[in-house]
């Protein structure tokens, strides 16, 4: 159970603004929302994309189960492996959890590194068409070199922004073009704010470290994942049904690891090639982070600590309610 807030927020306020944390992979969000639920008297809504899966523990750096029991966290295990999970989904979940949260009297904190999902809890979903099955089933039979030239040719300024390597995000991209016949650069900017979530009553931050500090941080943190069997997982996973679900086998690391299983690679160049990965995943989050969300950021030095952030953090947040922002 979370402690009793130290420093809690006026008890005038019924309603505590939704707190959203994000950063890169491995730039230390968890242990500091963890902090921050328990000095504000808070609960942790996990944006990401991947944790609502069970049984995807190790590799998307799940809290344990004594973390969750530490404090409550929403949107984690929800769905079974052979389950599809998107934008509109989390949306939903999300906005629900906040309520929830709301109406206990406790302060929502959004914490995670999926920047789309932030984006449409703020500002709602894009005026796209929904997925059309027999599209999406050509379209995944396609090889990614050929939808890529398609995007290129149709769609220059998506093209130059999507993460090439990840073939579900360029699919879809075809798929929208080919439906509207409209370039899906242009409609992902037709955004629709959310009337449930004002963009001025959330208070929003953002963790950085330098490169170099985060680089030591994701290279620790992937041997420490293989230490505790992240091989293992993947291989009772796949038995699961990983390999059929073309959302989580997205999932940073797993699919190389599947590879790895498969005789591909060796589980030296495995570890070797995720730690590269998952450096350009986090360069790429900074990227996103920056250009599509107002964020007060805040910069983490190696000898910082969790502390010191959580009261910098608690404090903007008690300081600003109290300026009005949640009235």
Same mark, same amino acid.
């Given at each position: 159970m979370a402690a009793e807030p130290e420093n809690g927020p006026p008890s005038s306020i019924s309603h505590s603004a939704p707190l959203l944390l994000a950063g890169p992979t491995a730039v230390g969000k968890s242990e500091i929302a963890a902090l @921050? +639920? *328990? $000095?504000?008297?808070?609960?942790?809504?996990?944006? #990401?994309?991947?944790?609502?899966? /069970?049984?995807?523990?190790?590799?998307?750096?799940?809290?344990?189960?004594?973390?969750?029991?530490?404090?409550?966290?929403?949107?984690?295990?929800?769905?079974?492996?052979?389950?599809?999970f998107d934008a509109a989904q989390f949306l939903q979940l999300a906005h629900r959890a906040v309520s929830d949260i709301q109406a206990r009297g406790r302060v929502p904190i959004l914490c995670g590194g999926?920047?789309?999902?932030?984006?449409?809890?703020?500002?709602?979903?894009?005026?796209?068409?929904?997925?059309?099955?027999?599209?999406?089933?050509?379209?995944?039979?396609?090889?990614?070199?050929?939808?890529?030239?398609? @995007? +290129? *040719? $149709?769609?220059?300024?998506?093209?130059?922004?999507? #993460?090439?390597?990840?073939?579900? /995000?360029?699919?879809?991209?075809?798929?929208?073009?080919?439906?509207?016949?409209?370039?899906?650069?242009?409609?992902?900017?037709?955004?629709?704010?959310?009337?449930?979530?004002?963009?001025?009553s959330s208070l929003q931050f953002g963790l950085a470290r330098t490169p170099a500090d985060l680089h030591r941080r994701i290279e620790a943190r992937v041997d420490a994942m293989f230490r505790r069997g992240w091989v293992a997982e993947t291989e009772a996973l796949l038995k699961r049904g990983l390999a059929q679900n073309q959302t989580a086998m997205q999932a940073l690391g797993y699919r190389h690891i599947v590879e790895h299983l498969r005789g591909e690679r060796s589980l030296a160049d495995t570890i070797a090639l995720i730690k590269i990965r998952t450096r350009q995943f986090a360069k790429r989050q900074m990227t996103w982070f920056r250009r599509q969300l107002r964020l007060t950021w805040v910069h983490l030095e190696p000898q910082s600590s969790a502390e010191e952030i959580v009261k910098t953090i608690a404090a903007h947040w008690t300081f600003s309610l109290r300026d009005g922002i949640d009235r």
């Amino acid at each position: 159970m979370a402690a009793e807030p130290e420093n809690g927020p006026p008890s005038s306020i019924s309603h505590s603004a939704p707190l959203l944390l994000a950063g890169p992979t491995a730039v230390g969000k968890s242990e500091i929302a963890a902090l @921050l +639920a *328990e $000095r504000l008297g808070g609960e942790i809504i996990s944006v #990401d994309s991947m944790q609502v899966y /069970r049984g995807m523990d190790i590799g998307t750096a799940k809290p344990s189960p004594g973390e969750r029991a530490r404090v409550p966290h929403h949107l984690i295990d929800v769905l079974d492996l052979p389950e599809s999970f998107d934008a509109a989904q989390f949306l939903q979940l999300a906005h629900r959890a906040v309520s929830d949260i709301q109406a206990r009297g406790r302060v929502p904190i959004l914490c995670g590194g999926t920047g789309l999902y932030f984006k449409v809890f703020l500002d709602g979903l894009g005026q796209t068409p929904p997925v059309d099955a027999a599209l999406r089933a050509l379209l995944r039979a396609t090889p990614l070199p050929e939808l890529l030239r398609e @995007l +290129a *040719e $149709r769609d220059p300024a998506a093209y130059e922004r999507i #993460d090439r390597q990840n073939p579900r /995000r360029v699919i879809r991209a075809i798929e929208v073009i080919r439906l509207t016949g409209q370039p899906f650069s242009s409609q992902r900017s037709n955004w629709q704010p959310s009337p449930l979530v004002p963009r001025s009553s959330s208070l929003q931050f953002g963790l950085a470290r330098t490169p170099a500090d985060l680089h030591r941080r994701i290279e620790a943190r992937v041997d420490a994942m293989f230490r505790r069997g992240w091989v293992a997982e993947t291989e009772a996973l796949l038995k699961r049904g990983l390999a059929q679900n073309q959302t989580a086998m997205q999932a940073l690391g797993y699919r190389h690891i599947v590879e790895h299983l498969r005789g591909e690679r060796s589980l030296a160049d495995t570890i070797a090639l995720i730690k590269i990965r998952t450096r350009q995943f986090a360069k790429r989050q900074m990227t996103w982070f920056r250009r599509q969300l107002r964020l007060t950021w805040v910069h983490l030095e190696p000898q910082s600590s969790a502390e010191e952030i959580v009261k910098t953090i608690a404090a903007h947040w008690t300081f600003s309610l109290r300026d009005g922002i949640d009235r």
